[in-house]
């Protein structure tokens, strides 16, 4: 049933300031399964390290460690040469994956041609205006004489998507594929890649922002702090009952539908704010949260266990652990 798993996953970059190098480590140990027919959302703040995974699944990037294998329909290994059209991915701006020197025909009878997908001019104008039609662009074969500025956004990642299922994909990596678009047309682009997820039985990874899309559109989530996976578990486990204090702070940061404010502003100036861009990655093996987290305690500083809440669900968390006791009289747990 596996058809794409990532297993102890590490990039580190090398930084230059100055005269000095440094190294820093973007993905730090992050393993998952992606299965046909299920989405698995990689949530995070700017610089967490979800487009760094992305971009090593894609084959954009070489993993410092770990790794990264595809399995096929008939169950076996998806070898080098189909890898690049078994994991296809959609990008956050749509009309930067384009080149506005094609039409859109072209953009979908490259992917054709090259993955063997069709042949002869007249089955190649059939799949492309097949494809355009099951992202809603229609008539496909008005739609496939455009170039990319003659299309909205949302209509642009529509032909991205297609272009992402020409060659036959079965796992989709959709990187902030909505971050970009009008608010108004999101939740239709998010509803396409659903419906298209069914008909085909397509593994997804989900990387957003959006801790209200993860939970709608994903059956698992990935919580990434600073290059680490510090809560997974079934998208409800997750976001309604948060076990590390990193996910409980950006679920408050989302914003309330009512007033539009976030907690974070509420929670501004107590130090509790969650951390943006300016938190690079750290190789510390403490707690990498603990710097911000309202609840650290000094035995945050060493090695974090896994904590089980549930049913997979799971958090690096010393709130929870039997050790902690004597930082916390009342019981670790009793912090939360
Ligand atoms: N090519 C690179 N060279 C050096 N550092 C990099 C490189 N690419 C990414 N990084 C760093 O790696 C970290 C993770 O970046 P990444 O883009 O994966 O985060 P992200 O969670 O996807 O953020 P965003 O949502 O803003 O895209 C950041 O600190 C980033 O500055």
Redesign the pocket.
């Known amino acids: 049933m596996t058809t794409l798993e990532v297993r102890d996953l590490v ?1 580190d ?3 230059r300031s100055g005269f000095r190098h440094s190294r ?1 480590r ?2 730090d140990h992050v393993s998952f399964t992606l299965a046909p027919g299920r989405t698995v959302a ?1 949530v ?12 090593m699944i894609a084959r954009l ?1 070489k993993p410092t460690a770990g790794t990264i294998e595809a399995e096929g329909p008939d169950g076996r290994r998806v070898d080098d040469r189909s890898y690049r059209h078994h994991v296809q991915m959609v990008f ?1 701006d749509p009309f930067a994956s384009l080149n506005p020197f094609h039409t859109i025909e072209h953009h979908l009878v490259r992917p054709l041609k090259l993955h063997g997908r069709a042949k002869g001019k007249d089955e190649l104008r059939q799949q492309v205006e097949q494809l355009l039609e099951r992202v809603n662009l229609t008539p496909g074969a008005s739609v496939a004489q455009r170039r990319p500025h003659e299309l909205s956004g949302g209509q642009r990642q529509r032909v991205a998507i297609a272009r992402a299922l020409a060659p036959g994909a079965q796992v989709v990596i959709a ?2 594929p909505v971050s970009m678009l009008d608010v108004s047309i999101r939740l239709g682009v998010l509803n396409l890649l659903a419906r298209l997820q069914r008909e085909d039985r397509l593994a997804v990874l989900y ?1 957003t ?1 959006d801790l209200a899309t993860a939970r709608h559109f994903s059956d698992e989530i990935l919580v ?1 702090y ?2 680490r996976v510090v809560e997974r578990g079934a998208a409800d486990d997750v976001i309604l009952r948060s076990r590390h204090p990193y996910t409980r702070l950006l679920a408050s940061a989302a914003p309330d539908p009512e007033s539009g404010r976030g907690r974070a502003e509420l929670l501004a100036g107590t130090g509790a704010e969650p951390a943006g ?1 300016g ?3 750290t190789t510390d093996s403490g707690c990498t949260f603990r710097d911000r987290c309202p609840r650290a305690m000094d035995i945050c500083s060493r090695p974090v266990p896994d904590h089980t809440a549930g049913d997979g669900h799971t958090a690096k968390c010393w709130l929870y652990a039997d050790e902690a006791k004597d930082a916390c009289p009342a019981g670790p747990a009793a912090r939360v």
């Open positions: 990039k970059f090398s930084v820093l973007a993905v990689l995070g703040e700017s610089g967490s390290g979800k487009s760094t995974v992305a971009r990037e956050q990187d902030e990387i922002h990434m600073r290059g861009a938190s690079p990655p």
